[in-house]
């Protein structure tokens, strides 16, 4: 079951929908077609290192050319429970929609992309495709009984900007934890996060936390404290195993 739905005293709306974006792998989103009109479609979905939703739109695609003409644009996120479905939590985005230009930013982009969604790999270089962030300005939470809460834009971003040494070392750093540390990475999934058994692999790591993913399920841990260098990041990675194993007793 997702953190974002556990009964809890704290229940902290801002981080909620923080989950919800990281953790999904599919948003509904919604442009506004010639004549006004709303337009919704199904988007894969991953995420920058700041939170922001990350797409791979075809040029070709009605959604683009809605978006290409008026950039404001919602996404809705949600669970995917099985069972009663509308028991899960979910999130209605709105915000709008920029193509990533900075070749920098554009690498990220991909490599985080393709690691969630590698079945993209095969079209996501041809010329009629592109990538898009979403600047999310609010979204309206809606999270259980008493949970319906609408959250302001800035509270959903991760900070990046003191951070560059995450941002550096996270490609190698996801490369080494899959490869040399694969038994801490199942430990995270079935003592921290609560999941059951699986073939579970990092997929992405940021300032306040990392993504795993088995599959086509992908579930948030958070550090529980910002890091920003390459060394902190090492030690809350290893401060997560061992509370993990301590878990696991």
């Known amino acids: 079951?997702?953190?974002?739905?556990?009964?809890?005293?704290?229940?902290?709306?801002?981080?909620a929908v923080k989950r919800l974006i990281r953790e999904s792998q599919t948003?509904?989103?919604?442009?506004l077609d010639a004549d006004g009109g709303p337009y919704a479609s199904l988007v894969q979905l991953a995420t920058l290192p700041d939170g922001s939703p990350l797409?791979?739109?075809?040029q070709l695609?009605?959604?683009?050319?809605?978006?290409q003409r008026d950039a404001r644009v919602s996404l809705l996120v949600d669970e995917h429970r099985l069972g009663d479905e509308?028991?899960?939590?979910?999130?209605?985005?709105?915000?709008?929609?920029?193509?990533?230009s900075d070749p920098d930013t554009l690498a990220t982009a991909r490599r985080r992309f393709l690691a969630r969604h590698p079945d993209a790999a095969g079209f996501a270089g041809f010329?009629?495709?592109a990538f898009y962030r979403v600047e999310v300005e609010s979204a309206h939470l809606v999270a259980g009984f008493g949970r319906i809460k609408d959250v302001e834009g800035v509270a959903l971003s991760t900070r990046i900007d003191d951070a560059a040494g995450v941002l550096a070392a996270e490609e190698g750093a996801v490369a080494h934890m899959n490869a040399d540390h694969a038994d801490a990475i199942q430990l995270y999934a079935l003592h921290l996060i609560g999941t059951g058994p699986g073939h579970w692999k990092l997929v992405g790591l940021d300032p306040?936390?990392?993504?795993l993913m088995d599959g086509a399920q992908v579930r948030r841990l958070d550090f529980g404290h910002r890091v920003t260098?390459?060394?902190e990041m090492r030690a809350a990675l290893v401060e997560r195993a061992n509370s993990a194993r301590a878990a696991a007793v």
């Open 1 to 15: 079951m997702s953190q974002t739905s556990s009964p809890s005293d704290t229940f902290d709306p801002a981080r």
């Open 27 to 31: 948003a509904a989103l919604a442009t």
């Open 55 to 58: 797409l791979l739109l075809s």
């Open 61 to 67: 695609a009605r959604h683009t050319a809605n978006l």
């Open 86 to 100: 509308l028991q899960g939590a979910r999130a209605g985005l709105k915000g709008r929609i920029e193509a990533i």
């Open 127 to 129: 010329s009629d495709f």
């Open 208 to 211: 306040e936390g990392c993504d």
């Open 229 to 231: 260098n390459a060394q």
